[in-house]
């Protein structure tokens, strides 16, 4: 009876393994390979979550955004990890993964069931930042712009602080 199991663990990793690149590997890859359907299981942040593919958890980061954070208690870090949550918690997602981070996440865009890109819906909320270190999208710089225009979200409070320098002070303070 293990045998069977471990043969049957053994052939969905393999199937695993033929749709997703390595981790570590950041060339550009057809999206048919990485584009799938998945359900939000868990949000660990305004641009992180988890979901489940084939009864495996896979953690996704969110492509050309960078959320305030929660950890070190920067502002609106919780008000990201809920409006990510009501954008997609429980639902069934498409995911169009484009590669893996350092950290061994999918860097994606994510499809609600609302058909909408909630990668750009955060930032349309004002909850994200473009985050234009990894990414050049015009689109996403344009809805920072708009959003930031009519003051949404975390665009409310004048001193905003982007996450990567949020992240770079509390580095520096631990040092």
Request: aromatic share 8%.
């Amino acid at each position: 009876m293990q045998v069977g199991k471990v043969s049957v663990l053994v052939l969905l990793l393999l199937t695993l393994q033929s749709c997703f690149i390595q981790p570590g590997e950041s060339k550009p890859l057809n999206n048919s390979h990485l584009s799938f359907t998945a359900k939000v299981i868990r949000i660990m942040d305004g641009d992180t979550m988890e979901a489940l593919y084939q009864n495996q958890p896979i953690k996704i980061r969110l492509a050309h955004i960078d959320c305030p954070e929660k950890r070190g208690h920067q502002p609106f870090g919780n008000k990201a990890k809920q409006a990510l949550s009501d954008l997609c918690f429980g639902q069934l997602v498409t995911v169009q993964g484009q590669k893996y981070d350092r950290y061994k996440r999918l860097i994606a865009v994510v499809i609600n069931s609302k058909k909408q890109v909630v990668n750009q819906e955060m930032i349309k909320q004002g909850m994200a930042w473009h985050y234009k270190k990894y990414s050049n999208d015009p689109l996403y710089a344009q809805l920072e712009i708009n959003a930031r225009k009519n003051k949404i979200g975390l665009w409310q409070e004048a001193d905003a602080v982007a996450p990567w320098e949020w992240r770079e002070k509390r580095h520096a303070l631990a040092q």
